[in-house]
């Protein structure tokens, strides 16, 4: 599971008029909080394409210097040349829920979960790529030993991020099947 980025431009905007722009998409980490990015444009379908073969290197500015490269490849951002550098101001968005399906049960309100994408059909299915991520049901960290939530039962996820440098993130859903087995 990767959590979702966003772009802050607001952030970006004081760089000033001046610098150059380019639209990008991250390729892969670099070291700390520099990444490997090629500039992208629109096509005439208005399909995001890559603009040539050059490869910029990019500082996120919203990571510390010392950051371990927490920005997913494929994620595009708006670049600011500043000073003859390429900067980004990209960080995990606060809160966002996914659908995911419950693979197993860990016992005591954790669950083994792999998140969910919309098929042609409007049907849930595994999300291409997703990897098995644990998250913990709400309703059960209080009541005991759980294991309430049935196998392959589709709940609404939420990545939340600790306070650590750089932050470590847990998964909550809030599913009160457990309710029904207590007197």
């Known amino acids: ?34 990444y490997e990015a090629r500039a992208i444009e629109f096509d005439q379908d208005g399909q995001t394409v890559y603009a040539d073969q050059d490869v910029l290197t990019v500082t996120n500015l919203a990571e510390p210097a010392d950051s371990p490269g927490l920005i997913p490849a494929d994620t595009d951002a708006v670049a600011l040349d500043v000073e003859g550098r390429w900067v980004v101001f990209l960080r995990p968005a606060a809160t966002g829920f996914f659908p995911a399906r419950i693979v197993s049960s860990e016992g005591n309100g954790a669950y083994v979960v792999r ?34 939530v049935d196998e392959n039962a589709v709940v609404l996820v939420m990545p939340l991020a600790d306070q650590a440098s750089p932050p470590n993130v847990g998964y909550f859903f809030d599913h009160p099947a457990y309710a029904k087995y207590l007197d």
């Open 1 to 34: 599971m990767s959590t979702p980025c966003h772009d802050s431009l607001y952030h970006l905007v004081q760089g000033g008029a001046a610098a150059g722009v380019e639209l990008v998409r991250i390729q892969e980490a670099v070291e700390a909080n520099r």
């Open 115 to 148: 998140e969910q994408a919309l098929d042609a059909n409007g049907d849930l299915t595994d999300k291409s790529g997703a990897a098995n991520v644990e998250a913990r049901n709400l309703a059960e960290l209080s009541l005991g030993p759980g294991a309430a």
